[in-house]
């Protein structure tokens, strides 16, 4: 058998030998005994795998063939369209959250060196609180029903806290709870770190903590549902017996320039206009300059 293998590995080249070559090469093995000997085994074995494996599906088939089939089920259209959908707002979602990454990077380049460190702290932990809040109470805040200033629950005497009683899809959309508050997580995260990037240089780490935690749980939440809830009085704005019925139009908002980006906006103006200009400033009247980004 050693011989048998070294032959092989010998024959190594026949890729490149072409195919009338290598069917006079085969008859020449043909001749040796031991080579043929092998051989047979060889295509006996491939052989008997096959019979088995044909022996087996007949079998299978047999055994079954006579059991009672129900018909198949007919396919909504929901069935096919709400899984996609649930799909697309986690890819979404990823995507929106990875703006935090970006978010991190143009934060630490354009401040100071000395505030790096507390610019990459600040994002990390500033995700970690906002996640648990929106988790806790900014959800139901948001999405929850209530009145048209701020929401709670379903409604009824049951609350969202916590993602209790929710149900497992949200509104009508078909689209599963959890993949949409993801989804709405990182766009809440989104605004608070809209927010950091005015407030570094003029608050410390406490005071990053601080106004990430009244974003995250309270402000961006609560006029959030002014515009998305389902019973926020922007939302419900033109028709009767709401905001401004003589408008015809309730307020729209697709993707958050007014929800996410103008509220951190506001936030940051506000901050920025409190607080002053960032420690150390020196502006060019006073002898300095630009501060310039590392």
Same mark, same amino acid.
């Given at each position: 058998?050693?011989?048998?293998?070294?032959?092989?590995?010998?024959?190594?080249?026949?890729?490149?030998?072409?195919?009338?070559?290598?069917?006079?090469?085969?008859?020449?093995?043909?001749?040796?005994?031991?080579?043929?000997?092998?051989?047979?085994?060889?295509?006996?074995?491939?052989?008997?795998?096959?019979?088995?494996?044909?022996?087996?599906?007949?079998?299978?088939?047999?055994?079954?063939?006579?059991?009672?089939?129900?018909?198949?089920?007919?396919?909504?259209?929901?069935?096919?369209?709400?899984?996609?959908?649930?799909?697309?707002?986690?890819?979404?979602?990823?995507?929106?959250?990875?703006?935090?990454?970006?978010?991190?990077?143009?934060?630490?380049?354009?401040?100071?060196?000395?505030?790096?460190?507390?610019?990459?702290?600040?994002?990390?932990?500033?995700?970690?609180?906002?996640?648990?809040?929106?988790?806790?109470?900014?959800?139901?805040?948001?999405?929850?029903?209530?009145?048209?200033?701020?929401?709670?629950?379903?409604?009824?005497?049951?609350?969202?806290?916590?993602?209790?009683?929710?149900?497992?899809?949200?509104?009508?959309?078909?689209?599963?709870? %959890?993949?949409?508050?993801?989804?709405?997580?990182?766009?809440?995260?989104?605004?608070?770190?809209?927010?950091?990037?005015?407030?570094?240089?003029?608050?410390?780490?406490?005071?990053?903590?601080?106004?990430?935690?009244?974003?995250?749980?309270?402000?961006?939440?609560?006029?959030?549902?002014?515009?998305?809830?389902?019973?926020?009085?922007?939302?419900?704005?033109?028709?009767?017996?709401?905001?401004?019925?003589?408008?015809?139009?309730?307020?729209?908002?697709?993707?958050?320039?007014?929800?996410?980006?103008?509220?951190?906006?506001?936030?940051?103006?506000?901050?920025?206009?409190?607080?002053?200009?960032? %420690?150390?400033?020196?502006?060019?009247?006073?002898?300095?300059?630009?501060?310039?980004?590392?």
């Amino acid at each position: 058998m050693d011989h048998f293998f070294l032959r092989l590995r010998e024959d190594t080249g026949l890729r490149s030998i072409k195919p009338i070559n290598k069917f006079a090469r085969l008859r020449e093995r043909l001749k040796d005994p031991q080579w043929r000997k092998y051989g047979y085994a060889l295509l006996l074995g491939k052989a008997s795998a096959l019979a088995l494996l044909l022996g087996g599906i007949l079998l299978v088939s047999f055994l079954t063939g006579g059991a009672a089939r129900a018909d198949d089920p007919v396919i909504k259209a929901n069935d096919i369209v709400n899984p996609l959908n649930t799909v697309w707002v986690l890819i979404s979602a990823f995507l929106v959250f990875g703006m935090q990454v970006g978010f991190t990077m143009l934060e630490a380049g354009f401040c100071r060196s000395r505030e790096t460190v507390n610019v990459l702290m600040e994002c990390i932990v500033d995700t970690c609180l906002c996640g648990v809040l929106f988790y806790a109470c900014g959800y139901a805040f948001m999405f929850g029903s209530g009145n048209g200033f701020i929401g709670s629950g379903d409604g009824t005497t049951h609350n969202w806290f916590f993602l209790q009683n929710v149900p497992a899809t949200y509104g009508t959309t078909g689209v599963a709870l %959890l993949a949409h508050f993801l989804f709405q997580f990182a766009f809440a995260d989104t605004c608070s770190t809209i927010t950091s990037g005015a407030m570094i240089g003029r608050t410390g780490f406490v005071g990053d903590l601080l106004y990430s935690l009244g974003v995250s749980g309270f402000i961006y939440p609560i006029i959030g549902h002014w515009c998305w809830g389902p019973d926020g009085f922007l939302a419900l704005m033109g028709s009767a017996g709401h905001f401004l019925p003589w408008v015809g139009t309730s307020f729209h908002d697709f993707a958050g320039s007014t929800v996410v980006h103008t509220i951190g906006g506001f936030i940051a103006l506000a901050g920025s206009f409190v607080l002053g200009p960032r %420690l150390g400033r020196r502006f060019k009247r006073d002898g300095g300059g630009p501060m310039l980004p590392h």
